[in-house]
C-alpha cells in the first residue's frame, strides 16, 4: 500500500542539540509539505517542496530546514535555534500538477506523525 | 490571506445525537474547503471536501458538509454520532496552488467526545 512513513514516532532531544524528522512517500507524489501541531493552534506550515531540490518557507520556518534530494524524502531538521520545539510534526504530500486549479490531485495525503519532546 | 474559525474547541454529543461542527472561513477568492479528522497521536485523513459545483458535500463515515458562500460557512454534521466518531476535527481552506503545491491554512481544531 501506498503512504507516508515518518519516522521516528517518538522523539527525546537536550536542548540544543539538532535532530532530524524522516519523511518518506511512495505515492510518487511531487509535493511535499512539514507542519506542526500544537495543542488548541491546529496545523502551522513550516516548509513546503514542489519539486525536487526546491522549497519555500512557510508560516513558521524559523528554527527549522529541509532538503528535498529526493522526490520520495522531505527530511525536517529541527535547530537549536528552534525556540519552543516540543510538537508534534506532520508531513504531508500531494500530487501537483504545474497550471491546475484544485482537484483532487491537490488533496494532502498525511503520514502518522513525530512527537518531538525536548527535556 | 484566508483564515478559519471553528466554534468550540470541545463538542460533547450523546450517542446516536446530531453531531454539529462549526466552521467559518474568510478568503478573498472562491474558497477551496475541507474537512479533516485526527485519531489520538495519528496523522490528518481528509473526511470530505468542497472545490465547486454541489455545496452539500458527503464524505466518508457518514459525514457531510454544506457550503454557505452567504454566511461564509462550512459547517460539519452528521445525522447519528457513534462511539469512533471521537476525534479532532480540522477545517481548512487552501491559501493558493503555488506551481501544484497546496498551501492549506487550518482552524484550531475541534475535540469530539461522545458520551454513551
Known amino acids: 500500500d501506498g503512504g507516508i512513513t515518518q519516522s521516528p514516532k517518538y522523539l527525546f532531544r537536550k536542548e540544543g542539540q539538532n535532530v532530524t524528522l524522516s519523511c518518506e512517500q511512495n505515492?510518487?507524489?511531487?509535493?511535499m509539505y512539514w507542519y506542526r501541531q500544537d495543542p488548541g493552534q491546529g496545523l502551522r506550515l513550516i516548509y513546503y517542496?514542489?519539486?525536487?531540490?526546491?522549497?519555500q518557507k512557510g508560516d513558521i520556518a524559523e528554527g527549522y530546514s529541509v532538503s528535498r534530494e529526493k522526490k520520495e524524502s522531505f527530511p525536517l531538521t529541527v535547530t537549536s535555534a528552534q525556540k519552543n520545539p516540543t510538537a508534534f510534526y506532520l508531513c504531508?504530500?500531494?500530487?501537483?500538477?504545474?497550471?491546475?486549479?484544485?482537484?483532487?490531485?491537490?488533496?494532502?495525503?498525511f503520514g502518522a506523525g513525530s512527537r518531538l519532546t525536548v527535556l | 490571506a484566508q483564515s478559519v474559525t471553528q466554534l468550540g474547541s470541545h463538542v460533547s454529543v450523546s450517542e446516536g445525537a446530531l453531531v454539529l461542527l462549526r466552521c467559518n472561513y474568510s478568503?478573498?477568492?472562491?474558497?477551496?474547503l475541507f474537512w479533516y479528522v485526527q485519531y489520538p497521536n495519528q496523522g490528518l485523513q481528509l473526511l470530505l471536501k468542497y472545490t465547486t459545483g454541489a455545496t452539500l458535500v458527503k464524505g466518508i463515515n457518514g459525514f457531510e458538509a454544506e457550503f454557505k458562500k452567504s454566511e461564509t460557512s462550512f459547517h460539519l454534521t452528521k445525522p447519528s454520532a457513534h462511539m469512533s466518531d471521537a476525534a479532532e476535527y480540522f477545517c481548512?481552506?487552501?491559501?493558493?496552488?503555488?506551481?501544484?503545491?497546496?498551501?492549506?491554512?487550518f482552524g484550531q481544531g475541534t475535540r469530539l467526545t461522545i458520551n454513551p
Open positions: 504531508a504530500s500531494s500530487l501537483a500538477r504545474l497550471g491546475t486549479g484544485v482537484s483532487g490531485a491537490n488533496v494532502l495525503t
Open positions: 481548512a481552506v487552501s491559501d493558493g496552488i503555488i506551481q501544484g503545491a497546496q498551501k492549506l491554512v
Open positions: 505515492l510518487n507524489h511531487d509535493a
Open positions: 517542496s514542489q519539486i525536487v531540490n526546491d522549497f
Open positions: 478568503s478573498s477568492v472562491p474558497p477551496y
